[in-house]
């Protein structure tokens, strides 16, 4: 019998993804790699998902990449293997960074390394105080690859990346919150509460207007502001090409009907 790397339940229009390997500190190896893109394909165009939540079965969130069957046993079998396996990898981290839905990383554990491709692609993050994140790479010889080194000097201060990836000393999900690697840290007992609250909080907005406004979020970073206020313009006059009687909707509630405030909440989509 093949291992189920990869769990998932939707409920209430939230997917809850799990990585499945808790022996294995839910390490990602080739063959979760391959099963959590499959996972995530079939979730992405379901009309009762609204939201994707990644979690891990166990006390861990993902102790990064399998340094046995990602690293040695690929490597064993040659370049080739290694592009191979790299590509599995990165392309669901890409996938999830471009997903359709809102996604929330719910750390409820250790997040090492590789782990931290997965947690950058989510949009929002969630920690348990409890759990424990590093770059532990430098422990044991390599620098932090697999974008990992690109993620901290994107969301962390110069001076906390440095000794993020110099030291691969452990930092707690507090601690993880005040650097800003994740947007809040929580009790373990109360993770799982806070992360429904917020995906909820998305299900009542146009999915039209989250997808258009995750990828402005991310693209708008690297653009100058003339850049940025061109594709915003663009991006918008693209979502209403989906979606025009949403926003028209939107006002007619707040101007017409004075049925809600939108600087108070969403309307009744
Ligand atoms: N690669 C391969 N196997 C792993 C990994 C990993 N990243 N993490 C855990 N495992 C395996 C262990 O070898 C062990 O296997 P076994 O039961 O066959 O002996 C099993 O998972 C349980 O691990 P333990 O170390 O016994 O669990 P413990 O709870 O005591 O410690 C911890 C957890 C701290 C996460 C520890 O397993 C660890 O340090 N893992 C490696 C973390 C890491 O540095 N990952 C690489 C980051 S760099 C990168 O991703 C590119």
Redesign the pocket.
């Known amino acids: 019998m093949t291992e189920e790397t990869v769990a998932f339940d939707v409920e209430n229009g939230i997917a809850w993804v799990r990585f499945n390997r808790p ?3 839910n ?1 990602m190896n080739p063959a979760l790699n391959r099963r959590i893109m499959e996972v995530l394909d079939g979730l992405e165009y379901r009309d009762d998902v609204g939201v994707l939540v990644l979690s891990g079965e166990g ?2 969130w993902s ?7 990602y690293f040695r046993e690929t490597e064993a079998k040659g370049l080739g293997a290694v592009r191979k396996a790299q590509g599995e990898a990165y392309g669901w981290w890409r996938r999830l960074r471009w997903y359709r839905k809102p996604t929330i990383a719910m750390v409820n554990g ?1 997040c ?4 931290y491709g997965p947690l950058f692609a989510c949009d929002l993050a969630f920690a348990a105080d409890e759990a424990q994140f ?1 770059l ?2 430098i ?2 010889g ?1 620098l ?3 974008g ?1 080194t690109k993620v901290v000097v994107d969301l962390l201060s110069m001076r906390d990346a440095m000794y993020h990836a110099l030291t691969g000393e452990l930092i707690d999900g507090r601690k993880a919150a005040a650097w800003k690697l994740v947007n809040e840290s929580l009790p373990l007992e109360k993770l799982k509460a806070r992360v429904t609250e917020v995906a909820n909080i998305l299900l009542k907005k146009n999915p039209v207007a989250l997808k258009a406004t995750k990828d402005a979020v991310r693209r708008v970073a690297e653009m100058t502001y003339d850049n940025a206020e061109d594709y915003l313009v663009r991006a918008q006059e693209a979502a209403n090409s989906y979606d025009n009687d949403g926003r028209k909707e939107g006002i007619r509630q707040f101007i017409d009907e004075k049925s809600y405030k939108p600087g108070l909440g969403a309307y009744d989509k």
């Open positions: 022996e294995k500190r390490c006390s861990a102790a990064g990449m399998d340094l046995k069957e250790w090492f390394g590789g782990g590093a532990s790479e422990n044991w390599i932090p690859g697999g990992a």
